[in-house]
């Protein structure tokens, strides 16, 4: 997975009227939340922009409101690819994923931005692209091939997470299916459900007309 370097001011003035000056002056408000969690109440220092939310039995996580660039995260976010984000704020770098983008339900523009900080001990969820490789016997057929899920969720360790999940479907039939608990990645768990259809070679008309013709003449 490549990185992507991000320069994040962190942002001290909250609420809706702050959060629209900054929209309008091309920034846009968004939050890191650390993956390691804390005891309550915390004896460490909170720098500028950070706080302490709580998640019950006496512990908590860091999060850290930011403001960044429009012009700064338009690749990140308008890009196929996925990034590991290395986030420069309060002068140190912090290793990120990017969980969620709030968009303006009319207008398409980026509202708000959610990041969680990744390590090289705790595994984390992300969605990866599929990329199917090779030439499907169903296809060789006459089929079609479709693929029904462009991303996979995946549960690993950030560093260990491709670009790209790719699969080779030479040996996909016409009218069959590629499921999600046929596939097995090295250092990867697939979390979406094993019943999933991922792709499929589709009977075409064509394929239909072939199979009657051959039936109809046996």
């Known amino acids: ?56 039995d006496g512990k908590g996580i860091i999060s850290t409101d930011l403001i960044v660039s429009v012009d700064n995260v338009r690749k990140l976010v308008y890009s196929p690819d996925i990034y590991a984000v290395e ?23 980026i509202l708000h931005m959610d990041f969680l900080e990744v390590s090289d001990k705790k595994p984390v969820i992300i969605e990866v692209p599929v990329k199917l490789e090779g030439h499907a016997e169903g296809v060789k057929a006459g089929g079609k091939l479709q693929l029904t899920m462009k991303k996979l969720k995946v549960r690993a360790i950030y560093s260990n997470v491709p670009e ?33 259809v991922v792709c499929a070679v589709q009977l075409t008309r064509a394929a239909r007309g072939a199979q009657a013709a051959a039936a109809a003449g046996k």
Not at 95 to 107: D, G, R, S, T, Y
């Open 1 to 56: 997975m490549q990185t992507f370097k991000l320069q994040a001011e962190p942002r001290t003035d909250l609420g809706k009227k702050a959060a629209k000056n900054l929209r309008a002056a091309g920034m846009i408000p968004a939050v890191l939340n650390s993956n390691e969690v804390v005891e309550l109440p915390f004896k460490g220092e909170l720098k500028a922009g950070e706080k302490l939310v709580e998640i019950g």
């Open 164 to 196: 790209r999940l790719v699969i080779n479907v030479d040996s996909l039939g016409l009218g069959k299916t590629m499921q999600v608990g046929e596939l097995s990645f090295e250092g990867l768990e697939l979390v979406n459900a094993k019943n999933a």
């Open 87 to 109: 986030i420069e704020v309060n002068g140190a770098k912090k290793m990120a994923i990017l969980k969620e983008i709030q968009f303006h339900p009319v207008k398409d523009t």
